[in-house]
């Protein structure tokens, strides 16, 4: 039986920035929402606007960087467990 997700796509650059961008986008969206609606201090659209670059970029370079450094385990892990409760069935 061949296993199932033993093997992991890279994820190229132009699809790294393209959700880069989408989760900064988002964020934002939600900081303004946020500080409307539950009548937070007010913070100024530039600072607004720094923190949603720096989390969007932070967030998707660092979880795809960890993901492919970690993968291999993670399946390895998840593989050898399955195939443990496949043999006990």
């Not at 920035?17 to 989760?23: E, P, V």
């Not at 720094?50 to 593989?79: D, H, K, M, P």
């Amino acid at each position: 039986m061949k296993n199932i997700g033993t093997q992991h796509k890279k994820i190229s650059l132009k699809q790294k920035l393209n959700l880069a961008i989408s989760t900064t986008i988002v964020y934002a969206v939600l900081l303004f929402a946020l500080q409307y609606i539950l009548q937070f201090e007010k913070q100024d659209i530039g600072s607004i606007v720094l923190q949603s670059i720096l989390f969007g970029f932070v967030f998707v370079f660092a979880n795809t960087y960890l993901f492919n450094r970690n993968s291999e385990s993670i399946t390895n892990f998840f593989s050898k467990n399955t195939d443990t409760i496949r043999k006990k069935l």
